[in-house]
């Protein structure tokens, strides 16, 4: 990778300027993806076997695709044209999956699993044997003493009292601690609110098209967002090793905005020169507009120029092709690396606990430090 920025620098380095080196890192990104020969190669024919998938689903082919068994010689005279007719038998045996995908239930459920909420679990789980043993001693003390509850007090604590193993059995399938409740109230409210399921099938026909299952999972406006991402326009870089594309290095995705969108989305993060800049592509829709040849015409720098012309220039939609009038949106995501500490101290229960805290953790001045070398010669730094 040419010239990436520096990432093991402190956090505050990254802030200044309004953020400058995370955009170097943005564009450096970009740049590489575009400029690296090799990269561009490789990726150029992941490219042209997605869309010549795409293409044969919907019936169509590039005669392109059998020169080189047709036409083996490179011959141009004196050959007749003709075409190639496609008869796709794909296109049933996918519809067919992605209704059998869409008919499957989608009843997940959220689980608490951490400490606190088994914790908590347990306790109810404890009190409700504690109440079914209490309810067979009233059984007993009632057949011996005259003074005991009621016969329709014992009753009563005798039915709400489940034996143990009701209680194993309604534990484990039915009882929802307080915290999952809302979760799970929450839960459904987005699947409905984001159209999860219709998400979740459309993602699983690029699967079977492109093979290749994207999901971008963030936020959108502050609220959360699910968004399927087209895999003609993803690009990453991992090891070799690594099996998730989260785990990548880096990973961005490249698509077309119309320019209400790119107001929706962004509107709220950009300069008034910016926004001026993109209301002035309503103006020309549908005919010239009066600025061409004008200041927009010009490159912020000449690696803009250079990336443009050297990325594969079209980016099919997964619903319709991009219109001139788009706006190309790049959105890139990476690994960096952070200073941090770890803070020792005695907890209220008498036990040594250990928590990471960041580079903006406050060292008391009187505080005593000393250095220590570990392996390799690497120096610690330890603060009493």
Known sequence: MRNFPKQRIPYSDKVKNDFKWAKDTINHLLLNYGLN?????????????????????????????????????????????????????????IQVLL????????NFKTVLVNPDGIKAKLAVRDNMMRQYVESKIQEVIKSFSPFAESQEEVDQMTQEAMPPQEIDKYMKTTYLEAREILASKILQYLIKDLAIV?????????????????????????????????????????????????????AGYRTYLTTGEVLDRYGLYMSKEQLERVNKRYEGFMGYRDDIPGKLM?????????????????????????????????HVEWKS???????????????????????????????????????????????T
């Not at 903006?360 to 000393?370: E, H, K, L, M, V």
């Open 37 to 93: 020969t090799s990269v561009v190669n490789a990726n150029h024919s992941e490219y042209e076997r997605k869309l010549s998938n795409y293409q044969l689903y919907n019936n169509q082919l590039n005669q392109k695709d059998f020169e080189r068994d047709c036409n083996a010689m490179g011959l141009e005279v004196g050959q007749f044209q003709d075409k190639i007719q496609p008869y796709n038998k794909t296109y049933n045996k």
């Open 99 to 106: 209704g059998d995908e869409l008919r499957r239930p989608f």
């Open 198 to 250: 219709d998400i979740k099938n459309d993602a699983f026909k690029h699967a079977l098209i492109a093979g290749e299952e994207l999901i971008y999972i963030g936020e959108r406006n502050d609220q959360p967002s699910i968004e399927i991402l087209n895999p003609l326009g993803v690009f990453y870089h991992k090891s070799p090793e690594t099996k998730w594309i989260q785990n990548s290095l880096y």
């Open 337 to 383: 690396q952070k200073e941090v500490g770890f803070l020792t101290f005695m907890n209220e229960y008498g036990d040594e606990e250990t928590q990471m805290v960041s580079e903006d953790f406050i060292i008391p001045s009187n505080a005593d430090n000393y250095t220590e070398v570990k392996e390799f010669g690497r120096k610690v730094k330890y603060y």
């Open 298 to 330: 010009d490159y912020n720098h000449d690696n803009e120029k250079l990336f443009y012309d050297t990325v594969h220039p079209s980016i099919e939609g997964s619903y319709s092709q991009p219109d001139t009038t788009d706006w190309l949106v790049q």
